[in-house]
């Protein structure tokens, strides 16, 4: 019998056979796929240059802190991700709290700062970010300038700020806040933030407002409006930066982790790269590259535009106790999310 | 009546000649596969509804008490109904005054305008609102959300409103003239009601959209439901919260389509008397009128097409040759023709069993089997999304994050756009040349096979077409499920825009107006030949 099929449709089913048996061969890739919450630009910075050296590939699924933490938790033991890198802490303690991480290599964790790394080992600061107070100077003169980000709450400061409160970064300050107020004064904080800000999708939409004069002021992590100026300038130029200093909850230096999933089948491989982006090429990256994030590493240099580390004042907070759950919900609670 | 290359969800473009065929041979005629297929594909569609009601139980009512009956979800609830009531009656004023200027009357140019009308379609919802904050970047809030929703979207509104006015019988008007009514008040008393289904449809579509949009209001800084679900997937993946603003969501799409059913009513719109209704009339504008006519279809065109292609050349001349960065931007291109292609295959050849019981055995069983493919086509992609994540990460590990489950998403929300093209498609294939083939010893399936679907293959083409179309502009559905290291021309687009890199954005932008460029024009015409002409 002649089976005629029309042509369009042989096409269409060659071509999604194709797409599906195209998928079956890459998952059996040797290289190590990579859970990316860190800007996209930065880790593909480090993806190249690990490659380069190791002949290894890297597949990199982008995403959010908080979301992917919570993603490796549900997919268990079949996670496919080998590494996890995040921005911020808290996502990176969601998943050391469900037991999912392998011990970080002990040569590798020597190559960075105590300071920037939780003591047990089970994952590692692979740069850091500073909160600072973004402000356009034209609209806010230098002696209003808030003491504290507890001062955001205040009446005064109504419709006068901006934040992203959808992002990991404001949901990491909020969680540091936690553990250095407390809940009940994190709670209170977050309703006055609630009347007193203005809601933006991402910090850069912040600083972008901030420039344009839309609203005076926000609170942001520190290297947007260095990586704005470091290509045209046009959303920063208006813009000033403060820092709270004085182990402020707004002086908040925040961890980037980096950890190695127990039930990854490339281990080695997974190790490797954990090395190599605390190690000094991956860290030169972030004193060469655009990212303008801190260097962790022992005897790394930051980008000597920025304000040294240790001049920043940051509270102690140990990072790994922040609560990201608890953070989220005190932040849905408070009508924020 | 709606065109039917439309995906309106509730249309019924089966003659009725074709219904009153025999009912009780269902069964025997029908053959088993064929009802077991579309059974099959019904209960697929269902899922995301029994995830939905299922997380909602699971979740504890005091847990839903908190989550749902808080001032947050009122504000996004209120933010939605004023979108909702806002930019529909605005689409369905623009719609209607535009069709009827360029079907009705004498305007210069409106072959052209009616063209100009439609392309705004080609547009991406999410690119509309990129060009208007690059244009204007402190526009936020309702208003930008209700202006940005009209422009990208009355034309779901003017193509079928146009293709009705196109086929009204002018006898009607005329003994309404006759017993001395004013021609404004013709237009309201007579040619108004007979555009109900057509506005029904269109408006419901409308709504749909703007249920189920995610890139134009998280741009532009308009809470939605959609939004916030994707606020809350960003910090929790699948959290207790997200999932309760999804069936929230779900709630307001299900009585979309109620009202929307109670608003066609039960009138007859079809002529009655032998013959054929006579050529329209073409009314001859005055100068004035004519120069606001044209003032309005400017403006309209103006806001619709050269503002988004303005600030798109504007970006792609600032980004120079710097930003077509080949590296990524052709494995996006790639990507999204794969899934544009194994898509628009896979929803067409799951409609195919439908659509064929739906024009030889219509009946009860079948009107339910379709009903619950147009119910979850209904659904905002977040929700489908938000489901097959859950879902394939508890039930079905070996498909989850794999194009086997972002197919099945838009299998899932798409279906409804192949069903309608391809029932069209197999009503007008003769059920006495299947028969013959039956006579002569093929059996039921390869008859279907052999002549009706090979007779059918204009409209399964027309609606893979626009389930292509569908895919190349989808954007949560593919943010959720995309498998690793894939990146689609929508998802490339809102990675960069993210970043407010927005010269880098333009290129993926451009790719996605070209890919739809020809679908689009392939809706025009169909919609002129809807009407015969």
Redesign the interface.
């Known amino acids: 019998?002649i089976?005629?099929v029309?042509s369009?449709?042989k096409?269409?089913?060659l071509?999604?056979a194709?797409?599906?048996a195209?998928?079956v061969y890459?998952?059996d890739s040797v290289g190590i796929?990579v859970y990316n919450a860190q800007?996209?630009?930065l880790t593909k910075a480090w993806v190249e240059g690990f490659t380069q050296e190791t002949g290894i590939p890297v597949?990199?699924?982008?995403?959010?802190d908080?979301?992917?933490?919570?993603?490796i938790v549900?997919?268990g033991a079949?996670s496919?991700a080998d590494v996890f890198l995040t921005e911020n802490s808290p996502a990176m303690v969601l998943v050391d709290n469900a037991g999912l991480f392998a011990p970080v290599d002990k040569a590798t964790l020597e190559q960075v700062d105590a300071a920037y790394r939780p003591a047990h080992g089970k994952w590692i600061g692979i740069a850091a970010r500073s909160t600072v107070f973004v402000y356009n100077p034209s609209k806010l003169p230098n002696a209003d300038l808030p003491k504290s980000i507890m001062d955001l709450a205040a009446p005064a400061w109504k419709g006068r700020w901006g934040a992203s409160p959808?992002?990991?970064d404001f949901?990491a300050i909020v969680a540091a806040m936690l553990e250095q107020k407390g809940e009940a004064a994190t709670l209170e904080w977050l309703k006055a933030m609630k009347t007193n800000f203005t809601?933006?999708?991402?910090n850069?939409?912040v600083l972008?407002a901030v420039n344009?004069g839309?609203i005076d002021s926000g609170v942001i992590y520190h290297y947007y409006s260095f990586v704005d100026q470091a290509k045209t300038g046009e959303?920063s130029k208006n813009t000033a930066l403060h820092y709270f200093k004085h182990k402020d909850p707004g002086a908040f230096v925040s961890i980037s982790g980096g950890g190695v999933l127990a039930s990854s089948k490339h281990k080695e491989q997974a190790q490797a790269f954990l090395k190599w982006i605390t190690g000094q090429d991956g860290q030169a990256i972030l004193k060469d590259g655009k990212s303008f994030e801190y260097a962790v590493g022992k005897n790394a240099q930051s980008n000597s535009k920025l304000m040294p580390l240790q001049q920043l004042d940051a509270p102690t907070v140990d990072a790994s106790k922040l609560d990201?759950k608890k953070a989220?919900e005190l932040m849905?609670?408070a009508?924020?999310? | 009546m709606i065109p039917e290359t439309l995906p309106a969800g509730v249309t019924d473009a089966v003659p009725a000649n074709l219904r009153r065929r025999s009912r009780g041979t269902f069964a025997s005629r029908g053959g088993p596969w064929v009802i077991g297929l579309s059974v099959l594909v019904s209960l697929l569609a269902l899922l995301p509804i029994a995830y939905v009601i299922g997380v909602s139980l699971q979740t504890g009512w005091s847990t839903v008490v908190t989550?749902v009956f808080?001032?947050?979800v009122g504000?996004l609830l209120v933010n939605t109904v004023l979108l909702v009531l806002l930019t529909i009656p605005l689409c369905v004023a623009l719609g209607v005054t535009l069709a009827w200027l360029t079907e009705r009357t004498n305007l210069p140019g409106r072959r052209w305008w009616s063209l100009l009308a439609t392309a705004p379609l080609a547009v991406p919802a999410f690119v509309h609102s990129y060009a208007w904050v690059s244009l204007v970047?402190?526009i936020h809030g309702l208003f930008a959300g209700v202006l940005v929703s009209v422009i990208a979207y009355f034309p779901f509104l003017y193509l079928p409103v146009a293709a009705t006015l196109r086929r009204l019988d002018p006898a009607i008007e005329d003994v309404a003239e006759s017993m001395g009514l004013k021609p404004l008040a013709v237009f309201f008393r007579v040619v108004l009601p007979q555009l109900r289904l057509a506005i029904c449809g269109g408006a419901l579509l409308v709504g749909l959209h703007l249920l189920a949009e995610y890139g134009l209001y998280?741009?532009i800084?308009f809470?939605t439901f959609t939004t916030?679900i994707f606020?809350?997937?960003?910090?929790?993946?699948?959290?207790p919260?997200a999932h309760m603003l999804a069936s929230v969501l779900a709630l307001c799409c299900l009585a979309m389509l109620t009202a929307e059913s109670a608003a066609r009513g039960t009138a007859r719109y079809a002529r009655v008397g032998s013959g054929s209704a006579r050529e329209q009339r073409i009314v001859c504008l005055r100068t004035s009128s004519t120069a606001l006519g044209l003032a309005l279809q400017g403006v309209t065109c103006l806001l619709a097409l050269g503002v988004p292609l303005l600030t798109l050349g504007n970006w792609l001349i600032a980004g120079g040759s710097q930003v077509w960065d080949m590296a990524e931007l052709l494995p996006a291109l790639e990507q999204t023709l794969?899934?544009g292609?194994?898509?628009?295959?896979?929803t067409?050849?799951a409609a195919i069993p439908i659509a064929w019981l739906s024009i030889r055995y219509p009946g009860r069983m079948q009107r339910v089997l379709e009903s619950c493919n147009y119910i979850t086509s209904s659904l905002p992609g977040i929700v489908v999304a938000l489901a097959l994540v859950t879902v394939t990460?508890?039930f079905a590990?070996p498909i989850?994050?794999?194009?086997?489950t972002v197919?099945l998403a838009y299998l899932l929300m798409f279906l409804p756009r192949a069903l309608v093209s391809l029932r069209a498609g197999i009503a007008q294939a003769p059920v006495e040349l299947e028969n013959i083939a039956r006579s002569l010893g093929r059996s039921p399936a390869?008859a279907l096979?052999?002549i009706t679907?090979?007779l059918a293959?204009p409209g399964?083409?027309a609606g893979?077409a626009l389930v292509f179309l569908a895919i190349t502009n989808e954007l949560t559905a593919t943010l959720l499920l995309a498998?690793?290291?894939t990146r689609t021309l929508a998802t490339g687009f809102w990675?960069m825009t993210?970043?407010?890199d927005y010269a880098a954005a333009a290129p993926y932008a451009l790719l996605m107006i070209v890919l739809s460029l020809p679908l689009t024009g392939l809706l025009y015409h169909q919609s002129k030949k809807t009407a015969g002409r």
């Open positions: 019998m089976f005629r029309p369009f449709l096409k269409a089913l071509a999604s194709l797409v599906s195209g998928h890459a998952a796929v800007h996209e630009s597949t990199l699924r982008n995403g959010d908080t979301e992917m933490g919570n993603q549900q997919e079949d496919p959808g992002g990991a949901q809601a933006y999708r991402g850069s939409s972008k344009a839309q959303n990201s989220v849905t609670q009508g924020l999310l | 989550l808080r001032p947050r504000e970047p402190p998280a741009m800084r809470d916030a606020d809350q997937f960003k910090s929790t993946f699948n959290g919260a794969l899934f292609v194994g898509g628009a295959a896979l067409t050849c990460i508890h590990r989850y994050q794999t194009t086997i197919l390869r096979w052999l679907l090979r293959a399964a083409a893979a498998p690793n290291g990675a993210s970043e407010i």
